[in-house]
C-alpha cells in the first residue's frame, strides 16, 4: 500500500514528510498503538529510503540521517499532538489579532 501511494513520487529532502503521512496513515490501520506506531513509521521509512532505487547515495545518507537524529520523529510527534487538538497556534493567533485590531 505505501508503495502503492508513493510510486509517483522520488523521496527527497524536500518532500519526505509527504512520505511520513502516507507511513502513519497506513500504520494508524493497524493494531499498534502509540509509541509503536511512531516505530513502525520509522521502520518502514528506514526500509524504503534503504531499498529504494531511484536515489543517489548521498539523498539516501542525508535521508537516513533525518531518521536518525529525531527530526521525523519530532515531526510525528507533533502531527499527533496537532490531531489531539494540543495545539494552541490558531488560538493564539485569533487573540493576537482581536488585540490588534480591537474586536
Do not use: W
Amino acid at each position: 500500500m505505501f508503495v502503492k501511494q508513493t510510486t509517483h513520487l522520488t523521496i527527497n529532502v524536500s518532500n519526505i514528510m509527504t512520505f511520513v503521512k502516507y507511513a502513519m496513515e497506513i500504520i494508524e490501520l493497524s493494531h499498534l498503538k502509540g509509541p509503536q506506531q511512531k516505530d513502525a513509521v520509522l521502520k518502514l521509512l528506514t526500509t524504503f529510503i534503504t531499498n529504494t532505487n531511484t536515489i543517489n547515495d548521498d539523498t539516501r545518507q542525508t535521508l537516513l540521517n533525518l531518521i536518525q537524529n529525531g527530526t521525523v520523529a519530532n515531526t510525528i510527534e507533533l502531527v499527533v499532538e496537532a490531531s489531539k487538538g494540543n495545539l494552541n497556534i490558531n488560538q493564539e493567533h485569533l487573540t493576537a489579532i482581536s488585540k490588534c485590531c480591537g474586536c
